[in-house]
């Protein structure tokens, strides 16, 4: 028996991908799916397509996004168009379970403790032979069996209504003032998700980029309509011990530049599928398949951490970047364009020392 602890889509994907041949137990301590939102909900065109084989994705659909608008300090933008959607997580999350209920036992409400080696299950203690651990950054499978916790960005986030500067583009905010990795705001309709990720004091970035950044705060037009904040991890760590894995962000797999998980977490229930019950098999095909992406990602990551003048000149720069073939999933896709970051750099010499800066070490865990 395989028991699943967590409910998300990792779990659920999971659950039915292994559910079709062999016992399942999914077990989940709140009492729905998609609960407390924790994710903005952005997600790209590919990420849409592969979610298509689990669920009606269309459906959790709230907009889609023709553009990325990035911010400096002072206020300027450039925009890099790019196809996106932004979706409703509770309810992509529901449709989810309910997919995963159709080959597994489903058990909400009900926190899993862990005797040594059993599980325990209210008052069942489960025989599981394999357990993976999907239940997020507070993983209780990772800390009872002794995995590496990576370190975390608290993200909080508001709706309100704000006037978008295009109802269907995102908008990113850079510069140490207003976030320690960075800000967004994501239109629906007359209002829009607004938030913060940072290592410590979201709520006072947060406030500040409401009140004082020279083009958000002259567009906030109410009061809070809704109010979320969790945890991102800020790094993939080991994710397998012996018949124990991880999935989803108790391993740490999220786009370093981002946060978001939804694709990655699809990838690794895939590549578990396809090699169970070989967990090394597993833990190699994700890292073959995604670990470049995660040292680019980290590199890009880097961008956040400029100075104020550094990301006011590249800003400035990339205004006159063709960003078309870029994939928002895809760091390596950047690779495409050296012959267009090539002549940005001859066009704006100072770049280099930046790139430099921006390409320094990664920290993608050797380990692994």
């Known amino acids: 028996m395989i028991l699943i602890v967590g409910a998300g889509p990792a779990g659920s994907i999971t659950a039915y991908l292994l559910g079709k041949e062999r016992e399942v137990i999914i077990a989940e301590e709140h009492q729905s799916a998609g609960f407390p939102v924790q994710c903005a909900g952005l997600i790209s065109k590919e ?10 994705v269309k459906k959790a659909i709230e907009n889609k996004i023709k553009s990325a608008l990035f911010f400096s300090p002072s206020g300027k933008f450039f925009e890099a168009k790019g196809e996106a959607f932004v ?14 209920s159709e080959f597994a036992e489903v058990f909400m409400k009900h926190k899993v403790r862990f005797r040594g080696a059993k599980a325990v299950l209210g ?25 590496e916790r990576p370190p975390f960005f608290t993200a909080v986030q508001i709706e309100t ?31 829009a998700k607004i938030g913060v990720i940072a290592k410590r004091s979201a709520f006072l970035y947060l406030k500040k980029l409401i009140e004082k950044h020279p083009s958000v705060s002259k567009r906030v037009k109410g009061g809070i309509l809704e109010l979320n904040s969790g945890m991102i991890p800020e790094k993939l760590v080991d994710f397998v011990k012996g ?29 578990l599928s396809e090699n169970f019950p070989n967990l090394q098999a597993y833990k190699k095909a994700f890292l073959k398949e995604i670990s470049r992406e995660i040292r680019l990602g980290e590199k890009i990551r880097n961008i956040y951490w400029l100075s104020n003048e550094e990301i006011e000149r590249v800003v400035d720069a990339l205004k006159e970047f063709d960003f078309s073939g870029v994939q928002m999933d895809r760091p390596s896709s950047f690779l ?15 770049l280099i020392r930046i790139f430099i800066k921006i390409l320094r070490t990664s920290k993608f865990s050797q380990k692994l």
Do not use: Q, W
Request: proline content about 3%.
């Open 47 to 56: 990420c849409v397509e592969a979610y298509k084989k689990y669920c009606n």
């Open 87 to 100: 979706v409703e997580r509770k309810l992509l999350d529901t449709m989810l379970l309910e997919r995963a």
């Open 123 to 147: 008052d069942r203690e489960l025989d599981a032979e394999y357990i993976i651990g999907a239940d997020g950054v507070n993983s209780e499978v990772a800390r009872s069996f002794g995995f």
């Open 161 to 191: 209504r704000f006037d978008a500067m295009d109802p269907n583009s995102v908008e990113i905010y850079l510069g140490k003032d207003y976030s320690e990795f960075f800000a967004y705001s994501i239109p629906i309709g007359e209002t």
């Open 243 to 271: 018949k124990v894995a991880l999935i989803g962000d108790s391993a740490g797999m999220v786009k370093p530049y981002s946060g978001g998980g939804l694709f990655y977490l699809l990838l690794a229930a895939e590549k």
């Open 336 to 350: 495409g364009k050296s012959l267009d970051i090539l002549g940005l750099i001859l066009r704006h010499p100072y």
